[in-house]
């Protein structure tokens, strides 16, 4: 295999700039299918995007001999059939986040993964992009010295700018996304921990519904021990007043913190009372260095840059936090 020939199942509102314009700017990289159940969507995604084809059964999509790679972008309910259709057919899978509705599912997709023996990746991109990089590569240099503790909050009002806007809302419905808003921003909040900080020992949490409207837990709280003595401690809360919104992730060391937003593009160190910042600019596909990467491993020239494996911790902490 000398290129990956992708096809997309769900063209929905998450491809249209985040990813879906990245798999053509990818060396060895061609989107060449996309699906959607409204023949309609699907045939003016195609066009717009200059998509060759273009399907509303999955199972075409999945069975066309020209994609040889497919892009799970659908509400999680669906990821784990999709998944499993497509790694039975011999095509290697890159899954959005959050890779399903629970670990027992992510647990159903590695399985079938290894039975197959094809490959699968999580899209958990934030681990490629220059900011976050850039936090691991200050970890590591140990700016801030020995890891304490990390403090992150995320306070949004309801309907938050963050979510994107579909027609169904299904982001608020448990029986399609998993959960709530907590499962769709903090797949990216979690799994970055665990990337800088290693294998977990303990987590436990609390969720409630406070508002009275409320389908799914809409405050959760969370901590997670990691290997190394490292203390998580975070907290969710998507009913605030706009004024009173955040997101801050606060990461101490015994010579300093680095502060940063999940959904900002600027970076604070302070040590021995001196500041230093550090900005970057967005991203116009934020999910292209991750394909960039996912299209090395699937033609054999690089690693995972996320398992099903790694996937499955972030899976794991989101159910002990929410059960």
Request: charged share 20%.
């Amino acid at each position: 295999m000398e290129q990956i020939n992708w096809g997309i199942i769900g063209c929905g509102d998450v491809t249209e700039v985040k990813s879906g314009p990245a798999f053509n700017k990818v060396s060895n990289s061609r989107l060449v299918a996309v699906m959607r159940r409204n023949a309609q969507k699907a045939e003016d995604y195609a066009l717009r995007h200059g998509v060759p084809k273009w399907y509303d059964d999955a199972d075409k999509l999945i069975n066309d001999p020209d994609v040889n790679a497919i892009y799970i972008a659908t509400p999680p309910l669906q990821h784990e059939m999709y998944c499993i259709a497509a790694l039975k057919a011999g095509k290697a899978v890159y899954v959005e986040k959050p890779m399903t509705m629970d670990a027992n599912s992510a647990q159903r997709m590695i399985d079938a993964a290894e039975m197959y023996n094809v490959k699968l990746s999580i899209a958990h991109y934030r681990r490629l992009q220059p900011m976050f990089l850039k936090v691991k590569a200050l970890l590591d240099e140990k700016i801030i010295g020995d890891i304490r503790f990390v403090n992150l909050k995320m306070f949004q009002p309801p309907n938050p700018n963050l979510i994107a806007k579909s027609d169904d809302n299904w982001r608020t419905n448990p029986a399609i996304s998993g959960g709530g808003l907590f499962h769709d921003l903090a797949p990216h909040q979690i799994d970055l921990m665990s990337y800088y900080f290693g294998v977990v020992k303990k987590a436990k949490g609390l969720a409630i519904k406070q508002q009275q409207n409320a389908t799914a837990d809409d405050l959760v709280a969370g901590n997670i021990l990691f290997d190394g003595g490292i203390l998580f401690i975070g907290i969710w809360c998507f009913s605030v007043a706009e004024a009173d919104q955040c997101d801050i992730c606060e990461i101490h060391g015994n010579k300093g913190k680095i502060t940063f937003p999940m959904f900002g593009h600027s970076i604070t160190i302070v040590t021995d009372n001196k500041e230093t910042d550090y900005n970057f600019e967005p991203l116009q596909h934020v999910q292209q260095p991750m394909i960039e990467q996912v299209v090395n491993y699937f033609l054999d020239k690089g690693t995972n840059p996320c398992s099903g494996i790694d996937a499955l911790v972030t899976m794991k902490i989101m159910d002990q936090f929410t059960i």
